[in-house]
């Protein structure tokens, strides 16, 4: 897929902040369509302070946001699937825990290769989603057991 924007350097003008101060000029960077020479982004008329910030920034508004929505309804998979299966989860604290403390052979770690050995030895095969992706949410910490607090 090839780019059809690039970040190119602006000026902005700044209105004087008090009565004694002047109007600065600063070089910043916006997003332009390499095609039309349309503007698609310059953060609302600012710009942006590098051209990285840039590229990000635009990148970020036209992400295809349906993977967030895939990536939400994992994570809840997950969490369900956290939830009923405690014992497995505490099996990942425990190891985690002996890895940490280093009674383990040198050289093992808390990775997606040993979450899917795991899930092996303990019968989980055909889940929903990855090793790695429990390892990432399991990660986060005990997000699946917190409680709402009451408001007094």
């Given at each position: 897929?090839?780019?059809?924007?690039?970040?190119v350097?602006?000026?902005?003008?700044?209105?004087?902040?008090?009565?004694?101060?002047?109007e600065?000029?600063?070089?910043?960077?916006?997003?332009?369509?390499?095609?039309?020479?349309?503007?698609?982004?310059?953060?609302?008329?600012?710009?942006?302070?590098?051209a990285?910030?840039?590229?990000?920034?635009?990148?970020?508004?036209?992400?295809?946001?349906s993977?967030?929505?895939?990536r939400?309804?994992?994570?809840r998979?997950?969490?369900?699937?956290?939830?009923?299966?405690?014992?497995?989860?505490?099996?990942?604290?425990?190891?985690?825990?002996?890895?940490?403390?280093?009674?383990?052979?040198?050289g093992?770690k808390?990775?997606?290769?040993?979450?899917?050995?795991?899930?092996?030895?303990?019968?989980?095969?055909?889940?929903?989603?990855?090793?790695?992706?429990l390892?990432?949410?399991?990660?986060?910490?005990?997000?699946?057991?917190?409680?709402?607090?009451?408001?007094?």
């Open positions: 897929m090839d780019k059809k924007y690039r970040a350097e602006i000026e902005v003008r700044f209105p004087p902040e008090t009565e004694y101060d002047r600065r000029t600063e070089r910043r960077y916006a997003i332009v369509d390499t095609e039309t020479g349309e503007v698609l982004d310059d953060a609302q008329g600012y710009g942006y302070k590098t990285q910030k840039a590229y990000a920034a635009y990148s970020y508004r036209t992400r295809d946001r993977k967030d929505r895939e939400a309804e994992r994570e998979t997950i969490a369900a699937w956290m939830k009923e299966n405690k014992g497995f989860v505490r099996e990942m604290d425990a190891a985690a825990f002996e890895i940490l403390k280093g009674s383990c052979e040198p093992i808390m990775n997606a290769a040993l979450v899917k050995e795991m899930l092996e030895e303990n019968g989980y095969a055909g889940l929903p989603f990855t090793a790695g992706q390892l990432a949410y399991w990660r986060k910490g005990p997000v699946y057991s917190r409680k709402k607090k009451k408001r007094r």
